[in-house]
């Protein structure tokens, strides 16, 4: 929910990083959501339900309230024993994903290159893996400059995983 949040707070700002960074943040949930519902994630992108089920204008608020009916979906499974079907986490989490993608869209960039950014900027952030000081005191400005640089071309990646 903080990330819906943060991504509502990128809208109101204007601030078009912050909106890049804050779709990958929430793409990082998506995964987790999916293998722990027993949920293919490929499910969520299967073109002929958008086709089939088009979406208003997304939004900032549309996008928590998705976001708090799955928090609140998950807080009845754990606290009350009270499940939904799989069926309705497929529709939350499909609509979601619509959100993102035109969100992303209305911004200029695709789902992946959110992804992407937000890779580089952990990898900004952990330069030799995850340690609980890096996660406290960030670098900021460093992690900022590295959301705002283009991203790399398919042939830059390669040559440097080559290198690597």
Known sequence: MTEAVELAEGFASGDVTNVKEEIGDILWYMPLMCRG????????????????????????????????????????????????????????????ARMLVAIAERYGFTLEQCADANIAKLRARYPTGFSEVDAVFRNLSAERKVLESPPPTRSEEHTSELQS
């Open 37 to 96: 519902l027993q949920i293919n994630l490929t499910d969520l992108f299967a073109s002929e339900e958008w086709e089939a089920n088009p979406i208003g204008i997304a939004t900032a608020d549309s996008v928590i309230q998705v976001c708090g009916k799955i928090l609140n979906a998950q807080k009845k499974a754990v606290a009350y024993e009270k499940y939904i079907a799989t069926g309705g986490y497929i529709n939350l989490l499909r609509t979601l």
